[in-house]
């Protein structure tokens, strides 16, 4: 069964904040093969090398570098654009960022969600709103079993705190202003992602990744920290799939968990030793835990129940091949390979397509 639409999306105004991230890139990679009219609003890709650049997306679409934070700037966006689904990724997305930074952390995680909310709520081209959140807005108490959507808001650190302002500020904007049912709101709340392109510090695949290029073994902080690892297109094709099934009938807005299944919640050691595998050439790596890190959560799984009752919808790829898929996506970069035919084949395989 197919979670994504093509034909839906084939001609709507879509705009995307965050578009030059990680995961923004594939979602405008896929948005662009759907025939989609795709606008990106972000800061510059915020490291080099990066995904956007390599998967030469602005030529495709119409890319717009600006602040989250600037109303002005953003709500002339959508004066000129006109957005019918606007997917919002746009943040300040790395823990260990957020206890050097807090304050422009909450600057953008929460008044970023507030300008993009008051843009729909000026605008109503906007059919369907979608905030992309994280599984960290959730207060965790080391629980066994996974989080599910109505457990408290209240993540620890800034940058899991920003996400849970950011969660109860689309709470607020739906219930005071789009009750009416024209535009419907909701949010996702999805796992760790990983996949070929993430360039980012501080994560463990790009960890990965930086240490194959230097021939040296991987260095891991956390190896008994267990998260929901997933690859990133299961997440992005559930935001699609909601914005979607929302637009259609607004029955469907609400929040919801995006995670693997229980038996792919792994420990961050388990995964390097998976990446390893895959990687071959006797890739080991070492445990580098540090006595007085900044707290980061030891165990955290999602309940995906709701997606799955509501929509039928299950994620696709298990952990092995998730990795498998990343260490492919690699290799091509590194043997400087065809990036965007390399990210069609990848989304291809994902919807069980033929390659």
Request: proline residues 5%; negative net charge; contains cysteine.
């Amino acid at each position: 069964m197919n979670y994504f639409d093509f034909d839906f999306y084939k001609g709507k105004r879509v705009l995307v904040t965050g578009h030059t991230g990680f995961k923004g890139s594939w979602l405008c990679r896929i948005l662009i093969n759907a025939g989609a009219i795709v606008t990106g609003y972000s800061q510059n890709p915020p490291t080099h090398p990066n995904l956007f650049s390599l998967a030469g997306l602005e030529e495709n679409m119409n890319s717009i570098i600006g602040d989250i934070r600037d109303m002005k700037h953003l709500s002339k966006v959508f004066d000129e654009t006109q957005p019918e689904i606007v997917l919002h990724l746009a943040a300040q997305p790395i823990v260990r960022d957020s206890y050097k930074d807090p304050r422009y952390t909450y600057e953008t995680n929460v008044m970023g969600t507030v300008n993009i909310l008051e843009c729909v709520r000026l605008h109503p081209c906007v059919r369907s709103f979608l905030n992309v959140t994280t599984d960290k807005v959730y207060h965790n108490n080391e629980w066994v079993w996974g989080y599910r959507e109505n457990e408290p808001l209240d993540g620890f650190d800034p940058y899991s705190n920003s996400k849970s302002c950011s969660e109860l500020v689309t709470h607020s904007y739906k219930n005071s202003f789009f009750a009416d049912g024209h535009t419907a709101i909701s949010t996702a709340r999805a796992g760790n992602v990983i996949g070929g392109g993430d360039f980012a510090n501080d994560r463990i695949i790009p960890d990965c990744v930086r240490a194959v290029e230097a021939g040296k073994p991987i260095g891991v902080r956390n190896p008994y920290s267990t998260r929901p690892y997933q690859h990133a297109l299961e997440p992005l094709f559930a935001y699609l799939m909601i914005a979607q099934k929302q637009y259609e009938d607004g029955k469907y807005a609400g929040w919801y968990n995006v995670g693997p299944d229980e038996c792919d919640c792994v420990t961050t050691g388990e995964l390097v030793d998976l990446f390893c595998s895959s990687w071959g050439n006797n890739l080991t790596w070492d445990n580098q835990a540090e006595t007085h890190a900044p707290h980061e959560a030891n165990f955290l799984k999602l309940d995906c129940s709701k997606i799955k009752s509501v929509f039928g919808w299950k994620p696709r790829w298990h952990i092995d091949e998730a990795i498998k898929m990343t260490v492919d996506w690699t290799k091509v970069w590194l043997s400087k390979g065809d990036i965007p035919a390399e990210m069609d084949r990848e989304i291809r395989v994902y919807l069980g397509e033929n390659q």
